[in-house]
DNA sequence: GCCTAAACAGACCAAACGGTCCGGAAATAT
DNA sequence: ATATTTCCGGACCGTTTGGTCTGTTTAGGC
């Protein structure tokens, strides 16, 4: 058994993502799927029971691929420093290198694209979209929660609110990067809020040093 | 002529408008908002060739009805004091106040519910929606452009980076508000927006004075 | 070498969907 | 009052779409 199944399951879920990210998940149709990776609705529908299946295998493989990213990224700011502060702007900057080095395919957030569709799920992708949310949400928070304990804002600040502050330019960034076809966008906008977070726990003002 | 023509058309927007904010342009499907509205097919097609023209017109009056809203808040800031720093700060207290005041139906931007399946619609449609953008974008820069003349930052900035801030947080807040169900993150995020101009202009810390 | 099950191909189907057409009511112009 | 035009109801139509079914190929297990 096992032919080469588990390839062309990941071949239907990237070609999948490329669609749902350019059109929807409304949008983007099965018909479309099969002709853009080359196969047929026999081999689609081996793999996914339902169009909702495919969905939902999306989601999670994305939320996965996306909880992996960002664990490494952590573990790499967390090696190059001991201060939490020092490591969340590191981590930020880390994000800002990895996109201003992507060009074409606008940076998009399957679960953003989801969100615009929402009454189109039922509750346990509503829920799954809720604890990635949460999730990154949480991550973040407990670093601010480090910070703000080792260096005083200037300001009284939530760390819950500036953790979803991440996600918030992350999410708006994309939107406008495809709005206004500027691949730049998501790297500038996360160097803004890092400025932010320079200014509110009083980082003094140094030249890029990093890489 | 014109019984009521206006009327029902705008029936049929606010309907279709409601329906794509939940479900994505392309999970709005016509005998949906017939239902949701009240009409019939004919009905539906007197007023509109095709459901592009649809949403075309639903962009239109959605993008007007939106510069209106900034048009009047940005006078009523303008009104309350000559600084272009506190004009811009009470721009934005004012659009927290809004967004604080609402409750259940999550705010959601409809060129952002347009922008996650862009390539469903034409070249027209996509010009409406960056130029849309642009405009937030030119309006914002040309205040941040005085204000950087009369305070000097205490980072160097791009006033069109710091416009777009703001539409990137709104945006991103609302997709946050609707994935984790919580309508008071389009405010709390555009306070911490706010912080940020605060932080970054070295506007002293001031209680809540306005409203 | 043969059996079994996974991995596909592709015709087929029922429902949904966008759109058309025509008849009739309702309002206005003359 | 009557003609005319806007406005709308609702049956109808062709295509698309998600999904099924049957048959065929391919890769291991023994």
Redesign the pocket.
């Known amino acids: ?6 390839a ?2 990941e071949k239907i879920l990237d070609g999948a993502r490329d669609l749902v990210l350019r059109l929807g998940y409304s949008g983007m ?4 799927v099969l002709e853009h990776v080359g ?5 689609f ?3 996914f ?4 299946d495919l969905a939902k295998a999306l989601l999670r493989r994305y939320a996965d691929q996306d909880a992996q990213i960002y664990a490494e990224t952590r573990a790499q700011a967390e090696k190059l420093s001991d201060d939490p502060l020092q490591q969340m702007l590191i981590f930020i900057r880390l994000f800002e290198d990895m996109f201003n080095g992507m060009t074409e395919p606008y940076p998009g957030c399957l679960l953003a694209s989801y969100v615009y569709e929402l009454q189109q799920f039922d509750d346990e992708t509503r829920g799954l979209l809720h604890d990635t949310f949460a999730r990154w949400r949480a991550l973040l928070q407990e670093k601010f929660e480090l910070i703000v304990k080792q260096h005083p804002p200037k300001t009284p600040v939530s760390p819950a609110q500036l953790a979803d502050g991440f996600t918030v330019v992350l999410e708006g960034a994309f939107i406008l990067a495809k709005a206004m076809n500027d691949a730049r966008m998501a790297g500038e906008q996360l160097r803004l809020y890092r400025n932010h977070i320079e200014l509110l726990f009083d980082v003094p003002a140094q030249g890029r040093a990093a890489a």
């Not at 058994?1 to 588990?6: A, E, V």
């Open positions: 058994m096992r032919k080469d199944g588990i062309t399951r149709k099965i018909d479309h196969i047929t609705k026999g081999a529908f081996h793999h029971k339902t169009k909702e």
